[in-house]
């Protein structure tokens, strides 16, 4: 199991999506389907972090095409001061989403403490678009780009760290829909992108065998940014952007195992559990037992 004291932070946050009910997600990934209970199972040493203070409305930042751009900026900037200050302490940070627009405030707060920050993207999308390129304005499908440098200025400077990570160092693992701008900067920067056509033709398995030795020669610390809309629909139903033919039960869990195997991880997220569109807490119960898998639990 993993070493570290895992310290959780609940971002209940979901203003970046263009469906709510994402900011419900931490508390029933909590409560209603009991990870900490679960983390006492496996005897990992866990604590609360600092609360995020979600803004309930802030004055309107003009830009655009950015939708909810003041909110987004005040729960990142939050988050950012907490993972640095837990990352400081020598503590894992798991950040409890919230839509994916959270992952700006993970990656600035990771940056600071990492020059060469490895990130893992588990999604269905690619989230590399910016306010002028993004079909409906929501930061939640623009945030891997922010950290990339890409976008939204106010957002691309967090904690005054421009870009946070490099192309090179990014992985995104289940896409299958991705909008032609990202498909264009993807290629361009040659970012590495298996989408489920490769996951299909070569296997879960070799792709994570693939991404883990790159990441381990190229990266000082890696981050798990896991979208629950990567496993397929049938699988993970409560969520807000269902894309179908996604990565079935055993492909998302075997990944998270390797990758604790690797020995290489440093920090995670889980975002985009939607409860209000989930059936019988099927999705939050999913991605209970997906971050069980990431921290070391074994089937033997």
Same mark, same amino acid.
């Given at each position: 199991?993993?070493? !570290?004291?895992?310290?959780?932070?609940?971002?209940?946050?979901?203003?970046?999506?263009?469906?709510?009910?994402?900011?419900?997600?931490?508390?029933?990934?909590? !409560?209603?389907?009991?990870?900490?209970?679960?983390?006492?199972?496996?005897?990992?040493?866990?604590?609360?972090?600092?609360?995020?203070?979600?803004? !309930?409305?802030?004055?309107?930042?003009?830009?655009?095409?950015?939708?909810?751009?003041?909110?987004?900026?005040?729960?990142?900037?939050?988050?950012?001061?907490?993972?640095?200050?837990?990352?400081?302490?020598?503590?894992?940070?798991?950040?409890?989403?919230?839509?994916?627009?959270?992952?700006?405030?993970?990656?600035?707060?990771?940056?600071?403490?990492?020059?060469?920050?490895?990130?893992?993207?588990?999604?269905?999308?690619?989230?590399?678009?910016?306010?002028?390129?993004?079909?409906?304005?929501?930061?939640?499908?623009?945030?891997?780009?922010?950290?990339?440098?890409?976008?939204?200025?106010?957002?691309?400077?967090?904690?005054?760290?421009?870009?946070?990570?490099?192309?090179?160092?990014?992985?995104?693992?289940?896409?299958?829909?991705?909008?032609?701008?990202?498909?264009?900067?993807?290629?361009?920067?040659?970012?590495?992108?298996?989408?489920?056509?490769?996951?299909?033709?070569?296997?879960?398995?070799?792709?994570?065998?693939?991404?883990?030795?790159?990441?381990?020669?190229?990266?000082?610390?890696?981050?798990?940014?896991?979208?629950?809309?990567?496993?397929?629909?049938?699988?993970?139903?409560?969520?807000?952007?269902?894309?179908?033919?996604?990565?079935?039960?055993?492909?998302?869990?075997?990944?998270?195992?390797?990758?604790?195997?690797?020995?290489?991880?440093?920090?995670?997220?889980?975002?985009?559990?939607?409860?209000?569109?989930?059936?019988?807490?099927?999705?939050?119960?999913?991605?209970?037992?997906?971050?069980?898998?990431?921290?070391?639990? !074994?089937?033997?």
């Amino acid at each position: 199991m993993i070493k !570290q004291s895992v310290s959780i932070v609940s971002v209940p946050f979901g203003k970046g999506a263009g469906v709510s009910g994402a900011e419900l997600g931490p508390r029933h990934i909590l !409560q209603a389907s009991g990870l900490t209970r679960k983390l006492s199972e496996l005897q990992i040493s866990y604590k609360m972090a600092k609360d995020i203070q979600v803004p !309930q409305y802030l004055p309107t930042i003009q830009t655009s095409n950015a939708k909810y751009l003041a909110e987004v900026h005040e729960v990142t900037r939050q988050l950012g001061d907490i993972v640095a200050d837990i990352t400081a302490a020598g503590d894992f940070p798991l950040v409890l989403g919230g839509d994916h627009s959270i992952s700006i405030g993970t990656i600035a707060g990771l940056a600071e403490h990492y020059a060469n920050l490895g990130v893992i993207w588990f999604d269905a999308h690619s989230d590399l678009n910016t306010e002028n390129t993004s079909p409906s304005g929501n930061i939640h499908g623009m945030s891997l780009g922010v950290s990339l440098g890409r976008g939204i200025p106010l957002l691309a400077n967090l904690r005054g760290i421009y870009p946070k990570i490099k192309p090179e160092h990014v992985a995104i693992i289940g896409a299958r829909s991705l909008d032609p701008g990202e498909k264009s900067y993807i290629r361009s920067l040659g970012i590495k992108c298996y989408t489920m056509h490769d996951v299909d033709r070569i296997g879960i398995s070799r792709i994570m065998d693939k991404v883990i030795h790159h990441m381990r020669q190229s990266t000082d610390g890696l981050h798990i940014s896991f979208d629950i809309d990567s496993v397929d629909p049938r699988e993970a139903p409560g969520t807000g952007t269902p894309v179908i033919g996604g990565l079935s039960y055993r492909e998302a869990h075997l990944a998270l195992e390797l990758l604790y195997q690797s020995g290489l991880v440093t920090s995670a997220e889980f975002v985009e559990v939607n409860p209000s569109l989930d059936h019988n807490n099927q999705t939050a119960k999913l991605a209970v037992d997906l971050i069980a898998s990431l921290l070391g639990e !074994q089937i033997l």
